[in-house]
């Protein structure tokens, strides 16, 4: 049995997943998390906020023998439910394939579930409210406070899972000459509200798809959760038309929803008081290079590659990181943290840089293409391709139900395939193809077309 140390920064969503999956090999794992421990924690003021939980990240839970227990507290998606401005409803399955779906899961559900299987190893020590403030990278030191007393821990290794503003990630920028970090943000935030539910556990609208209420330059979307409520996310620019800065008096508030979500005012009654007291989220893409110090440091999910949240893949991405991680550990014999950090961030970086970048696109695609003429046609066509079509998968599915296929890959192929199509529906003598042999024939052209 191994006897080496870790010190892991946050037990967020990532990081205890990579303490289970460290203690499980027998690693000596103590934990810093600076919130209280969200066994004993109240919900506050019973917010509930609540992820899309997809294969990649399934997969991850799986390794660790925890996607069952994750899957009990999940609602499946089947698709999106968009909603335009008259209050009409269209359902856009995500494949048409049955076995691929999304899942809403909350944040709070989750982590909780994680930490109370994290705590039954006996290699595990965790210090909940326990904010690091300073690391010393040369020595994988970890200096803590235990009541009033400052002491520190010296760790073999000292993983930085403590999120996008990672205190460790900012420390490696002070001290590493050659450490590049960047943080992109949006000129949108976001705010979350709440559709209650509608008495009994019941829903007031569809529970089985991530409702969706796109205005081009912003949107609403909604996910369900178990006890028969949805979280709202609004998305708008900081300025400008629909900023949040022109949304503060309640009749503003009153006519930006009759105006844009006229079905979704009623379903919201608390939506003043939600909205004034809700923050404005920031949003924003981090990349930063390199991941380690010395195989002394590393850092891990939203603290190495933070994305913007527009295909649903953050926890997914840094869940994977937990499955790679844990695959490169069991194939060496002999540790070297130096050698797996190298291997670590070589399999992970490419990937996750792949992702934040999808995810813009896509922030972008939302606004600008869903007026486009060719752009609407390819997305019907595509859709047809899945539905109807044999083996065919959008770039979206290639992210979010292809867990065989790195992100890097899947990013490659569904740009290529999206050029293709894009041309294909730009034809003067496009048509629909209308039955299942053309559809398919339509597949067989895109598949030459990726192989010339
Ligand atoms: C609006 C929004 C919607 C999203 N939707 C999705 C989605 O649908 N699907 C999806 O896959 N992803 C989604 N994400 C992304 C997802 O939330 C993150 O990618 C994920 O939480 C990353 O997990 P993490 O453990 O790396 O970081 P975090 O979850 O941020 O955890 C970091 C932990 O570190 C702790 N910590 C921080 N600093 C310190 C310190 N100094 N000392 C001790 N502890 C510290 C924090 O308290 C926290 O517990 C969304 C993000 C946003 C903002």
Known sequence: MNKQSIGIVGAGLCGSLLGISLARKGYKVTVFEKRKDPRREEMESGRSINLALSDRGLQALERMGMAQAAKEICIPMKGRMIHDTEGNKRFSPYSGRSEDYINSISRTDLNRLLIEELDTSENVVIFFETSIEKIDIERSRVYYTVGAKSVYGDFDLVIGADGAGSIVRRTMQKEIPNFNSTSQFLSHGYKELEIPSAGKGQYKIDKHALHIWPRQEFMI???????????????NPYEGKAGFNELD??????????????????????????????????????????????????????????????YGQGMNASFEDVYVFDQILEEMETIDWG??????????????????????????EMQDKVDDEDFIKKRKLEMKLEQDGEGYYSKYSLVTFREDMSYKEAMIKGRKQDEILLAYCAHDQFEYPTSKQELNQVIDYIKNKLNE
């Open 221 to 235: 979307i909604a996910l369900p959760n178990m006890d028969g409520s949805f979280t709202v996310t609004m998305f």
């Open 249 to 310: 008096e309640k009749q503003e508030i009153d006519q930006y929803f009759d105006a844009y979500f006229p079905d979704l005012k009623p379903l919201i009654p608390e939506l003043q008081d939600d909205y004034n007291n809700n923050p404005i989220g920031k949003l924003g893409t981090v990349k930063c290079y390199p991941w380690h110090h010395k195989g002394r440091v590393l850092l891990v999910g939203d603290a190495a590659h933070a994305i913007v949240p527009f």
């Open 339 to 364: 050698e797996f950090c190298e291997k670590f961030q070589e399999s992970r970086k490419p990937n996750c840089d792949a992702i934040a970048d999808l995810a813009l696109d896509n922030f972008i």
